[in-house]
């Protein structure tokens, strides 16, 4: 599945594709005819990698609301960041969102444009009532980028939760 904006292709990676990101990038950045220039594969994010793809495994006709989308730039075809749903959607119809960018691609306003395309896309989808997103209180540029798509702060305790609806 793709989405397009107007800088921006977001491909949301198939279990296979997910399996050759953790396992065999340059095969992957040569069946998207992309190169990965975002946050490194490693660490923590690895590990949330690895998490989603077994969720991926488990139902894998659903894959775009647990997989990751690379965010592709149109213009030279670099892999500057991913975002990914964490799961379907729940009973109440939410679904949260997470994303991240690759340092050199920072406060150009490509994670604005992609988490925008992303929620209206998601609103538009059955079931679905409303996104929430969670940042740490110190990344003011994760809360700019979620503001500035339109969502709206409902709890604040160790980390801001925010909410984005219909």
């Given amino acids: 599945m793709k989405i397009d904006t107007d800088r921006l292709v977001l491909v949301a990676l198939t279990c296979r594709q997910l399996k050759l990101w953790l396992e065999d990038l340059p095969v992957l950045e040569c069946e998207l005819d992309c190169c990965y220039q975002a946050e490194p594969l490693e660490g923590d994010f690895r590990e949330i990698v690895k998490m989603q793809y077994a969720r991926v495994q488990q139902a894998p006709h659903l894959y775009w609301w647990r997989s990751f989308f690379f965010l592709i730039r149109k213009a030279d075809g670099l892999v500057i960041g991913a975002a990914d749903f964490k799961d379907v959607p729940s009973r109440a119809g939410e679904v949260e969102i997470g994303y991240g960018l690759g340092a050199a691609f920072e406060q150009?306003?490509?994670?604005?444009?992609?988490?925008?395309a992303l929620s209206n896309w998601a609103?538009?989808?059955?079931?679905?009532?409303?996104i929430t997103a969670e940042t740490e209180k110190h990344n003011g540029p994760s809360q700019r980028v979620l503001a500035r798509c339109g969502f709206k702060k409902y709890r604040e305790q160790d980390t801001i939760w925010w909410r984005c609806s219909l």
């Fill in 108 to 116: 150009q306003g490509y994670m604005r444009e992609a988490i925008a």
């Fill in 123 to 130: 609103l538009r989808q059955p079931g679905v009532s409303c």
